[in-house]
């Protein structure tokens, strides 16, 4: 009779268990939103017009656009907060050196003039800033274009005295004579024009292309477990450089462009010239190995130099490992 009932027990177990299989459903969780960081510069600032024309949920892949400044958006990356981050090819290698390596699957642009050295009054070129002071965020890229513009007229460092001064902090040394010259970016670029009479840009990145390189850095681990979401990612932003770039949408863009910075249309047109925006056959030139500034590769190992000689850190890297054009090969072709 036990055995019997034993027995009973352990088919009603049985029973229950097979039942349980069948009626137990393991849900299915979306996938989590891919995180960006993005800040204000023209070439990240077009992710904005993804934002707002729904690109991404046409190609079916939910992204989370995080804005910040530039300087927390690279600290954010490097503590996991976000996926992936806009930031320039030099400061990509301090990341990686410093905090956490990243790879590069798409140029949003290269600083065609958005990138200045701007002198005070009196100051016409870079050969007059000998025996000047010029301040410059020290080891940042336009420490490097400064340099740059010294190499092109047959000058050096040691020609100049360099003043450390957190970027966004340049107009204001200007403007109290504590320097001659700065080093800017846009917008910090644009504020100083405006806020010191008679200043002008005396050397540009126009006058150095492919210097200062900007991308999409996506963490190692997220692109090795999302490729084809970061592959639809892609596909995007060359819609928007497309839509960008035709006449028939170009004034729309710039408007939501403008819009994200409360800055006026026709203002931001004009900034907008200063960031050379890569497409598809622009990403796939610029991303070919080559040793000048015409590759990112070539830019990438004076960067890489420059950042050795500067002790920012103490062993050169392997800029190629910083670079992934399949997915750029794959939907440009």
């Excluded at 891919?34 to 046409?58: N, R, T």
Aim: glycine share 8%; hydrophobic share 45%.
């Amino acid at each position: 009779m036990k055995r019997q009932i034993v027995g009973a027990l352990r088919s009603l177990a049985v029973a229950f268990s097979v039942a349980a299989s069948f009626s137990v459903v393991t849900p299915v969780t979306a996938a989590e939103p891919l995180k960006i960081g993005y800040s204000d510069w023209p070439g990240w600032i077009a992710w904005e017009v993804a934002i707002q024309k729904d690109f991404f949920k046409e190609v079916g892949v939910d992204v989370k656009f995080e804005w910040m400044e530039y300087v927390p958006s690279m600290e954010a990356f490097s503590a996991g907060k976000i996926d992936a981050v806009n930031m320039t090819n030099g400061d990509a290698l301090v990341n990686g050196a410093t905090g956490k390596a990243s790879t590069a699957i798409l140029l949003t642009d290269y600083s065609n003039g958005n990138d200045m050295i701007i002198a005070g009054p009196g100051i016409e070129s870079i050969k007059d800033l000998k025996g000047k002071s010029v301040g410059v965020e020290l080891n940042f890229v336009d420490h490097l274009l400064l340099l740059k513009g010294l190499e092109a007229n047959g000058m050096t460092e040691a020609d100049v005295k360099l003043v450390n001064f957190p970027t966004n902090e340049t107009p204001q040394a200007l403007a109290s004579k504590g320097v001659d010259a700065i080093g800017a970016w846009y917008p910090v670029a644009g504020q100083a024009l405006k806020q010191v009479a008679g200043s002008k840009p005396i050397y540009t990145s126009k006058d150095a292309p492919g210097l200062i390189y900007d991308a999409l850095y996506v963490s190692r681990e997220s692109l090795a477990s999302r490729r084809d979401d970061w592959k639809k990612v892609t596909a995007v932003w060359l819609k928007t450089v497309a839509f960008i770039k035709d006449p028939a949408t170009k004034d729309e863009a710039i408007k939501i462009m403008a819009a994200r910075v409360s800055v006026p249309p026709e203002e931001y047109a004009k900034s907008l010239e200063g960031t050379f925006l890569l497409d598809g056959p622009g990403n796939l030139k610029h991303m070919a190995a080559g040793d000048g500034l015409d590759s990112v590769v070539g830019s990438s190992k004076i960067v890489d130099d420059f950042n050795v000689k500067n002790k920012v850190y103490e062993t050169p890297q392997e800029v190629q490992s910083y670079l992934d054009d399949t997915l750029m090969k794959e939907v440009a072709k």
